[in-house]
C-alpha cells in the first residue's frame, strides 16, 4: 500500500510541518515508511510552499511525488501551481477559505482557516485542521498515530489548541 | 539494539557527528546546510563540547583546525559559496596533516546560484579546489542513515589518515526526512598516538602518517603551511624535501584507495551499468526495481575520492557505463579515465533529482 500525499499553501501556513508530522505519524507510530520533501525559496513568509510525503509498506527508493494520489491545498496559488493538474483517481482537500478554484478530481471541500478562526481563535492551527480532515477522509495514518505525531512537534503549551485542531478536522474531514 | 527516528538528512548527519564524539563545531550558517549547524549549536554545548558561530566560512575552517589541534573532534557544515571561501584553509589543513570533517551539502552554482535547490557541482572541488598537490577523503550519502552512518565514517577516516574529510551531500539528502535506525554506540577510530622523541612530522610506518602530537600535552611543535621538515620548521628551497613531503601527503590517501572504498555493486554480468552517489542513487534504485534487468547493473558509490576505480574493472562485461549526476559529468570524466568502453554521461542541472523516466530514456537510448 502506498500513498503520495502533496501539501501547497503559502509560506507560514505550516505546510512543511503537515508533511512532517503525517511522515512521523507513518514512521514512528504506524510501523511504516515515510519520506517527506519539499519545495520552498529563500523567503521566510508568502511565496507558493509545497511539500510532500510518501507512506510504504516497503521502503521507499525514488522519494520525489510525482502523481500523488492526495492532494491538500491551502492557497489559491498553491491551487494554481501544485494542485491544478490533479486528475481522477486522485482525491483533494481544499481550504475552502482560501481556494476558489476546484480541481477535476474528488474534492472535499474544508473550511479550515474559517473554523480555526472562529472556533479557536487561531488561524494558525489551519493546517492541523487540514491533518485532522485528511486522516478523517482517507485514512493514510491512523487517528491516535496523527495525535502522537501533533504532540511531537508542536510547541509546548499549544497541545490543548492543536489537539481540538485536529479534533475540528476529524469532524469536517468524516465522509458520508 | 537500535531505536528508530524520522529525521531530516541534516539532523542525521549532526547525530552522527555527536555519536562519533565530535566536541567542536565551527561553522557560519548557510542554506541548505544550516540545520546541521542549528542542531549543534543545541546539541553540543549540552554534551561539553563547543559550538561557535564564526565571522565568515575562512575562519571556520581556520577554527575547526585549530581546535583539531588540540586533540577535538572538529567539523564545520556550509555549501557551495562557504566551500569556496574555505578553499584556503582546506589546503592548510592537507599540508599540516589536521584531521576536521567539512560537511558540504550542495546546492546550485556558480557562485550564490540556487541556495534552497539541490547539486553535486562541487565533487572536483571537493578533489582539487585548493591550490598545490594534495589528497583528501570524500564521502556521498544517498539516505538519511548514510548521512549519520558517513559522518561517523568521515570523522573516523579524518583522524586515521589526518586529512580533510569531506561529507559530500546534496540539498536532496540533506533536507529529506525518512527512517532511520540509530545504533546504541558507534565504532571510533582514534588518531595514531605520538611517540616522545621523535620529530613530529616523520612518518616511519608503511601507512605514511606520523602520530599526532597534540598541542598542550607538553611539548613545543611547530606547525605551517610551508614546505616543512620532519621537525614542522619551514624549508622551503629544498627541491627534494618539497617532493618528498608532497608524495606523502598523496600515498598516504592513495595507497589506502582500496582500503576505504565503499561501494554496492549489483549485477556484475550486465552490460550497461549506472554509477551512481549521493541523490540520483535513489532514482537508480527505483529503476533497478521497478525494471528487474539482470542485464542492467549499478555501482553504487559511497566513497567518491579516492575513486575506487577497481570496482569499474568488476563489470567484466559492460560495454557502456552510464552516470546521472546532477552536474555537466564531473565523475563521468574521471570513470572515463578508468574505462575503454563509452560513458554516457546523463547530467541533471536546475535543483531536480532525475526523474526515474531520464534514466530510462538514457537506457534505452533516448537521450
Given amino acids: 500500500?502506498?500513498?503520495?500525499?502533496?501539501?501547497?499553501?503559502?509560506?507560514?501556513?505550516?505546510?512543511i510541518l503537515s508533511a512532517v508530522i503525517i511522515?512521523?505519524?507513518?514512521?514512528?507510530?504506524?510501523?511504516?515508511?515515510?519520506?517527506?520533501?519539499?519545495?520552498?525559496?529563500?523567503?521566510?513568509?508568502?511565496?507558493?510552499?509545497?511539500?510532500?510525503?510518501?507512506?510504504?509498506?516497503?521502503?521507499?527508493?525514488?522519494?520525489?511525488?510525482?502523481?500523488?494520489?492526495?492532494?491538500?491545498?491551502?492557497?489559491?496559488e498553491g491551487f494554481e501551481k501544485y494542485g491544478a493538474a490533479a486528475e481522477d483517481p486522485a482525491v483533494?482537500?481544499?481550504?475552502?477559505?482560501?481556494?476558489?478554484?476546484?480541481?477535476?478530481?474528488?474534492?472535499?471541500?474544508?473550511p479550515a482557516t474559517r473554523e480555526a478562526k472562529q472556533t479557536l481563535k487561531k488561524d494558525i492551527v489551519a493546517n492541523i485542521v487540514m491533518l485532522g480532515a485528511l486522516v478523517a477522509a482517507t485514512h493514510v495514518v491512523s487517528g491516535e498515530s496523527l495525535k502522537k505525531a501533533i504532540l511531537d512537534s508542536v510547541p509546548k503549551g499549544t497541545e490543548d489548541l492543536n489537539l481540538k485542531a485536529m479534533q475540528l478536522g476529524l469532524q469536517l474531514g468524516k465522509q458520508p | 539494539m537500535t531505536r528508530t527516528?524520522?529525521?531530516?538528512?541534516?539532523?542525521?548527519?549532526?547525530?552522527?557527528a555527536l555519536a562519533v564524539g565530535c566536541n567542536f563545531f565551527g561553522g557560519y550558517p548557510i542554506t541548505p546546510s544550516t540545520e546541521v549547524a542549528e542542531h549543534m549549536a543545541v546539541k553540543l554545548p549540552k554534551k561539553g563540547g563547543v559550538f561557535i558561530q564564526m565571522e565568515d566560512e575562512i575562519a571556520s575552517m581556520a577554527s575547526i583546525i585549530g581546535a583539531s589541534w588540540t586533540g577535538a573532534r572538529a567539523?564545520?557544515?556550509?555549501?557551495?559559496?562557504?566551500?569556496?571561501?574555505?578553499?584556503?584553509?582546506?589546503?592548510?589543513?592537507?599540508?599540516?596533516?589536521?584531521?576536521?570533517?567539512?560537511?558540504?551539502?550542495?546546492?546550485?552554482?556558480?557562485?550564490?546560484?540556487?541556495p534552497t535547490m539541490s547539486a553535486q557541482g562541487d565533487m572536483m572541488q571537493a578533489r582539487f579546489g585548493s591550490h598545490g598537490d594534495y589528497a583528501i577523503i570524500a564521502l556521498c550519502p544517498a539516505t538519511v542513515q548514510e548521512m549519520y552512518e558517513l559522518t561517523v565514517k568521515a570523522f573516523n577516516l579524518a583522524d586515521q589518515y589526518r586529512v580533510p574529510v569531506f561529507l559530500m551531500a546534496d540539498e536532496t539528502v540533506g533536507h529529506m526526512r525518512e527512517k532511520i535506525l540509530i545504533p546504541d554506540t558507534v565504532e571510533r577510530i582514534g588518531r595514531k598516538p605520538f611517540v616522545d622523541g621523535t620529530p613530529p612530522f616523520r612518518a616511519t610506518d608503511p601507512d605514511l602518517i606520523p602520530g599526532f602530537p597534540t598541542f598542550g600535552t607538553g611539548r613545543h611543535v611547530h606547525v605551517t603551511g610551508l614546505t616543512h621538515d620532519e621537525r614542522g620548521y619551514p624549508c622551503a628551497t629544498n627541491p627534494k624535501l618539497h617532493m618528498a613531503l608532497v608524495k606523502r601527503l598523496v600515498d598516504k590517501i592513495e595507497n589506502a584507495r582500496d582500503a576505504m572504498a565503499d561501494y554496492d555493486v549489483v549485477n556484475l554480468d550486465a552490460e550497461q551499468v549506472f554509477v551512481a552517489y549521493g541523490g540520483p542513487v535513489r532514482t537508480v534504485m527505483q529503476v533497478m526495481h521497478d525494471r528487474k534487468d539482470k542485464n542492467v547493473g549499478f555501482l553504487r558509490l559511497r566513497t567518491v575520492w579516492p575513486f575506487p576505480e577497481k570496482a569499474l574493472a568488476k563489470f567484466r562485461n559492460a560495454k557502456r557505463f552510464l552516470v546521472p549526476e546532477m552536474n555537466f559529468g564531473q565523475i563521468a570524466r574521471e570513470i572515463q579515465r578508468h574505462v575503454k568502453v563509452p560513458v554516457h554521461c546523463i547530467p541533471k542541472l536546475g535543483g531536480e533529482l532525475h526523474t526515474p523516466d531520464e534514466l530510462v530514456a538514457a537506457l534505452e537510448g533516448n537521450a
Fill in chain 1, 92 to 110: 483533494m482537500l481544499i481550504d475552502s477559505t482560501l481556494v476558489h478554484s476546484r480541481p477535476k478530481c474528488r474534492c472535499i471541500e474544508v
Fill in chain 2, 5 to 16: 527516528e524520522f529525521w531530516q538528512g541534516n539532523t542525521a548527519c549532526a547525530e552522527g
Fill in chain 2, 75 to 114: 567539523m564545520t557544515a556550509t555549501s557551495g559559496p562557504g566551500f569556496s571561501l574555505m578553499m584556503e584553509n582546506i589546503g592548510f589543513a592537507a599540508m599540516t596533516e589536521t584531521p576536521c570533517v567539512v560537511v558540504n551539502v550542495q546546492r546550485g552554482g556558480p557562485s550564490t546560484g540556487q
Fill in chain 1, 1 to 15: 500500500m502506498r500513498n503520495e500525499i502533496r501539501f501547497s499553501g503559502f509560506g507560514g501556513q505550516g505546510i
Fill in chain 1, 23 to 76: 511522515g512521523r505519524a507513518a514512521v514512528m507510530y504506524d510501523s511504516k515508511f515515510a519520506v517527506q520533501t519539499q519545495v520552498y525559496g529563500p523567503e521566510a513568509r508568502g511565496g507558493a510552499s509545497m511539500s510532500a510525503v510518501i507512506i510504504d509498506d516497503d521502503p521507499i527508493l525514488y522519494p520525489k511525488v510525482a502523481n500523488p494520489n492526495i492532494y491538500v491545498i491551502m492557497s489559491q
